[in-house]
Each structure stands twice: as C-alpha cells, then as structure tokens.
C-alpha cells in the first residue's frame, strides 16, 4: 500500500503512557495514569440470571472463583502445565499437538515460559489450550510469551502503569440498560466520525492548537460527549468495579 512516504524512516516503539506536566490545575499535573488504552485487570464477565435459582450456586460460584486464583489465571492465560495434562488422560489433544510436557514451563527468572510449540504456532494452537473465553484474571508480567527482547520492552513499558481504572466490560458496563447503551452508542459514533476526519490535522499542522482548539472542542460538546460522563457515574456508584 502507498503510504505517500510518510513511513519513510520512521522508529516505532511502545512507550509508557505520558504524564501531563504543563496543562490544566497542579492537581491535573504529574498524574501516573490509572486508566489507559487496552485491557483492565480482569477480562470477561458473566451474568448469572434467575433461572440459576434452583441450581448448586455454590459450586458454580466456586468454579467461577477459581479462575482469580494464581492457578486459575495460569490456566485461563497459558493453559494446563505438565502435570495437568498427565493427570488428563481422557482428553489428548495436547499430547496429539506436541504438548505432552504443557503449554508452559517455569524458566529460571521464575516467570512462566510459554512453550516452543506455542511460541512458534502460526494458527490458532495458542487460543485452543487456553481459557480465554471464561472471565478470571489475566496475568501480565509474570508472563514470558518468548517475544524478541525489543518487542517484550516495548509491552513491558507500554503496561507500566496499573489500569486500575478501566472498567469496560466489568459488571459496571454490562448492567448498562438499552437505553443507555443507545445513546452512549450514538454519542460515540457522532464523535468518533469527527474525531477520525479533524485529528490528524493538528499533528499535519493544518490546524493548530492556538487557533483551532477551542472550536474542536465546541463540536464535541455539540456531540455531548460530556454526557458519557455523567451515564457512566451513575453505574460505577452503583456497581464498583474496584
């Protein structure tokens, strides 16, 4: 694709999230960031309905539970180690892929270490061992995923700071109502759409901050995006998510 050579010479590298230090009230400067772009803390969620009235709620809650669980995650993240898999005898679908001794191993530093097999599966091997579709903790740095050494740099300072404050598909967005998922949809395609047509043009220096900004944000407030606010507080009051 011809990309006008804007590309040309270009070194990209993931970064921590930058701290502001020039704008707005002291109390706005020199912030670590605590929600930022990606993943929170957990990931996935589940509903449990009052047709599980009549159920055995307790072990169901217990499974549940066992995935926030340092062995649980490791399962959910990595999948079955050696051990797990010998005492699996009825399924072989790791020993009939090349992982008779586990989806990972633990290394030296004392991180777990994703197998060869994994690390070098160019299809979908790596999605099948996990459990990634059941909700559970997700573990980060304890993690060796076998990436080049300036690919694993990159993530580890792209993840720097805790994203505890991302609560996007916890239980506080999913007791969201229809309505309200409506108009949040609504204002974030209107803003989106405008967002994506005028951004660029303050990085190419057609608008400037000086001159322009203000308009910018006189739009977005046309788009109430102020009101995003003010429908997702009323659920993080109700529904923490930390």
Known sequence: MHDGGYTEGIYVQGTPYPINDMYGPESCRNVPPDCVMGSGLTKGGILITPKAKDKDLATLCSYLDYFFT????????????????????????????????????????????????????????????????????????????????????????????PNTG???????????????????????????????????????????FEKDWDKWCTVLKKYRVDQVSELLQKYVDEYPFR
Do not use: P
């Open 70 to 161: 340092t062995e649980g995650a490791l399962i959910k993240t990595l999948g079955l180690n050696k051990e797990q898999v010998e005492e699996f005898t009825e399924n072989t679908f790791y020993t009939d892929n090349g992982l008779a001794d586990g989806a990972y191993y633990i290394g030296e530093d004392g991180r777990y270490r994703k197998s060869d097999v994994l690390v070098h599966d160019s299809g979908q091997l790596n999605t099948a061992v996990g459990f990634n579709k059941c909700c559970g903790l997700e573990l980060v740095r304890a993690v060796d995923l076998g990436y080049a050494d300036t690919y694993q740099a990159s993530l580890d300072t792209w993840s720097l700071y």
């Open 166 to 208: 991302f609560f996007q598909g916890s239980r506080t967005t999913n007791a969201m109502t229809q309505e309200d998922t409506k108009a949040m949809g609504d204002i974030h395609s209107k803003a989106l759409e405008y967002m994506t047509k005028n951004c660029a043009d303050f990085i190419t220096g057609k608008s400037n």
